[in-house]
Antibody, heavy 116, light 107 residues
Framework: EVQLLESGGGLVQPGGSLRLSCAAS????????LTWVRQAPGKGLEWVAT????????FYADSVKGRFTISRDNSKNTLLLQLNSLTAEDTAVYYC?????????WGRGTMVSVSS | DIQMTQSPSTVSASVGDSVTITCRAS??????LAWYQQKPGKAPKLLIY???TLETGVPSRFSGSGSGTEFTLAISGLQPDDIATYYC?????????FGQGTKVEIK
């Protein structure tokens, strides 16, 4: 079964850090660019970051640039997102997705809550 | 940044009706447009990519059209299972990817 499964979300204080993981199975992970998309409670979808197939090139939304880092480990079929200097505005469900321009496969999401 | 504007924000229709959702881009994006369906508490699901290509497994009552700056998602014969929020996404560039969403309700 083709699957992406996120983990690592939770409650963190403002200024804190989290590392999200996305484990892939059922498809050739190393041939897909990968993306994180987030959705704040009751809001729409927001693109966060993308990493290319090799992991050599990354792209970030202005809202997270300099605070978040996307990376991948093709040997472990895992996508990562390091979240630093978190603020309340980062509270959202974070989804990983395969990226062929359109996002074909999505995970179920992991919730990140930033609150004191 | 490219701005994606969907209309209407909400549409209410009866089972069996045809529903049309429009997405406008602030600059031309050729056919680099996708449509997603999202049900409450669930991840988005890709319906259509490259403006009009139906994703595998998606019912044929969904169709997409358009190019350049104006695009349409049509549902012919609305079913109760189609109750969801629908998003368009441009993938010509990363900034300003998604429209704000259109909620489809049953009248």
């Amino acid at each position: 079964e083709v699957q992406l499964l996120e983990s690592g979300g939770g409650l963190v204080q403002p200024g804190g850090s989290l590392r999200l993981s996305c484990a892939a199975s059922g498809f050739t992970f190393s041939t897909s660019a990968l993306t994180w998309v987030r959705q704040a409670p009751g809001k729409g979808l927001e693109w966060v970051a993308t990493v290319t197939v090799s992991g050599g090139t990354t792209f970030y939304a202005d809202s997270v640039k300099g605070r978040f880092t996307i990376s991948r480990d093709n040997s472990k079929n895992t996508l990562l997102l390091q979240l630093n200097s978190l603020t309340a505005e980062d509270t959202a469900v974070y989804y990983c997705a395969t990226d062929k321009g359109a996002f074909h496969i999505w995970g179920r999401g992991t919730m990140v809550s930033v609150s004191s | 940044d490219i701005q994606m504007t969907q209309s209407p924000s909400t549409v209410s229709a009866s089972v069996g009706d045809s529903v049309t959702i429009t997405c406008r881009a602030s600059e031309t994006i050729s056919s680099w447009l996708a449509w997603y369906q999202q049900k409450p508490g669930k991840a988005p699901k890709l319906l259509i990519y490259k403006a009009s290509t139906l994703e595998t497994g998606v019912p044929s009552r969904f169709s997409g059209s358009g190019s350049g700056t104006e695009f349409t998602l049509a549902i012919s014969g609305l079913q109760p299972d189609d109750i969801a929020t629908y998003y368009c996404q441009q993938y010509k560039s990363y900034a300003g990817m998604f429209g704000q969403g259109t909620k489809v309700e049953i009248k």
